[in-house]
């Protein structure tokens, strides 16, 4: 079992982690460097969660656990235009990225409205694509009761939605609905306002927690930060992606972030040392997201192995 | 009128209707128009749906003429200059603007900051009318952010929209489906009942 855990320190000694996690047969999803602080984001092995403790403790940093580390969130605002942006949906966003996970955010076509509120059968398909959705939606117990289900009643992630009123009971197709996140028209600062983002963290860590233990009935052929290390040892290229995050995790996968129609045949074709191809234990196919790849790994019940 | 002195927002879901007072202050405040508004009613339905906003403008705002923004007077005959001294910098892009228009680029000249000279054969009537020129509007400028105002409030989905803007006045009436003559009366009435309350403080100041 492997525990996400977020790394806050100093740049001095951090390879000091890096080689640690790495003996231990953990992962570092991600590194940041702000100036002389750095970030990391990683999975380490539940029993010496203790060992990293101590490290951390010498080297004067701060670890965490973060569970939405590894997850790869969409936030889904009706429009992209200032009705809705950037207050909320983006706060909403960057507060679940301080919890580790990646986090797209976009703005619906024709997301606006009551009867007129309508979701592309593309905006839907790139939500599929993602772990779980947020709906940033509005003000009126009305709307979020009766109408605007239209736009997840047909996606297949979990979907949690967001709004002002505090509602006895979730609306319909949603699985979870966090109150006091409506339409806000400045940054959310005040005391009520972080107190609702952290709700909705924890709501969604919850719903992920049992995303991952729904997954772990049929497990996955191999860990997707197994895939990542792969990729980056046998994927030279994936280095020069400029984005902050070349290989997103995802639960059952990773969005590679490299062109499909050239790479295809090489993720395929990437070796695992126990014998068997990543073609073998995993789908690869095109992602929603420009021209970038997903990858989908099959379950023990599928290949009948794990490795 | 003081500044909002009236404001109230009302629906029949009442956290909507506090969740969008909050909305119309950060969105008046961001486009500073707090003090431009005398009264505000706003009452939103989402159930037929509607949205209707009634505000009464603070008057008082005269346009800018030259004379605001500087001394006229002109030069010594044989120069055939009109000479503006300067003493407030705020409007001069505007300023050299309307005057480059009216009397050619090659006639204005600004020898220092504060100074600007036109050369023209009509000294005497050039000073007259330069120093009544408008040369900005800050009733024109209130009513383009208002008008943007209005349109960052209203819930995005309503689309049809139904509007009459006086001098003082503005009435707006929002929906996603066809405007029904009767929320167009209900806005009147609000209206009415606003400007009411601006009758009796005039009364009763006098």
Not at chain 1, 30 to 51: F, G
Request: hydrophobic letters at 40%.
């Amino acid at each position: 079992m492997l525990e996400p855990i977020m790394y806050e320190g100093g740049v001095f000694k951090h390879n000091l982690v890096i080689e640690l996690i790495e003996d231990l047969g953990g992962y570092v999803l991600q590194t940041n460097y702000m100036q002389t602080e750095v970030m990391i984001q990683m999975l380490c092995p539940h029993e010496d969660v203790s060992m990293l403790e101590d490290l951390a403790k010498e080297l004067r940093a701060k670890i965490t656990r973060a569970p939405l580390t590894g997850t790869d969130i969409i936030v889904i605002a009706p429009t992209l235009s200032y009705h809705h942006l950037p207050h909320h949906a983006c706060d909403v966003a960057e507060y679940m990225r301080r919890q580790g996970a990646n986090t797209t955010l976009i703005g619906l076509a024709r997301g606006v409205g009551r009867r007129i509120a309508q979701i592309s059968a593309k905006e839907r398909a790139l939500t599929d694509e993602h772990d779980l959705a947020v709906f940033t939606l509005g003000n009126f117990e009305d709307c979020l009761m009766n109408e605007k289900y239209v736009l997840y009643k047909d996606i297949e992630v979990p979907c949690v939605i967001t709004g002002t009123p505090e509602l006895s009971t979730t609306p319909a197709y949603a699985r979870a609905y966090v109150g006091h996140l409506g339409r806000i028209a400045h940054r959310l600062r005040n005391e009520g306002e972080i107190g609702a983002l952290d709700k909705l963290a924890e709501v969604v860590g919850t719903i992920l927690d049992e995303q991952r233990h729904e997954i772990s009935k049929d497990p996955l052929t191999t860990h997707p930060a197994r895939i990542m290390k792969e990729i980056k040892e046998q994927i030279p290229e994936i280095n020069k992606s400029l984005s902050p995050a070349p290989i997103t995790l995802q639960l059952m996968g990773a969005r590679v972030k490299l062109p499909y129609s050239q790479y295809k045949e090489a993720i395929e074709n990437i070796e695992f040392e126990e014998g068997p191809k990543l073609g073998e234990i995993a789908r690869v196919l095109p992602s929603g997201v420009r021209d970038y790849m997903l990858i989908r790994i099959l379950p023990k019940s599928v290949t009948g192995f794990v490795i | 009128m003081k500044p909002l002195e009236v404001f109230k927002v009302e629906s029949p879901d009442e956290t909507g209707a506090e969740a969008y007072d909050s909305v119309i202050r950060d969105v008046l405040a961001d486009l500073e128009l707090t003090t431009v508004l005398g009264r505000l009613w706003v009452e939103i339905d989402p159930a037929e749906p509607f949205f209707i906003f009634c505000a009464l403008i603070r008057t008082g705002l005269p346009p800018i003429r030259v004379s605001d923004v500087a001394d006229v007077t002109t030069g010594t005959p044989s120069s055939k200059q009109v000479i503006l001294e300067l003493t407030n910098e705020e409007y001069v892009p505007q300023l050299l603007g309307r005057l480059r228009m009216e009397y050619g680029h090659e006639n204005i000249e600004q020898p220092d900051k504060k100074t600007m000279t036109i050369t023209t054969e009509e000294m005497a009537e050039a000073s007259k009318s330069i120093a009544d020129t408008i040369i900005a509007d800050p009733r024109r400028e209130i009513e383009v952010r208002l008008a943007d105002a209005l349109l960052r409030i209203t819930p995005e989905g309503f689309r049809v929209r139904h509007h009459v803007s006086t001098g003082s006045e503005m009435l707006f009436v929002a929906s996603e489906d066809a405007i029904q003559p009767e929320w167009i009366k209900r806005a009147e009435g609000m209206m009415a009942e606003l400007k009411e309350g601006s009758e009796m403080e005039v009364s009763g100041d006098a």
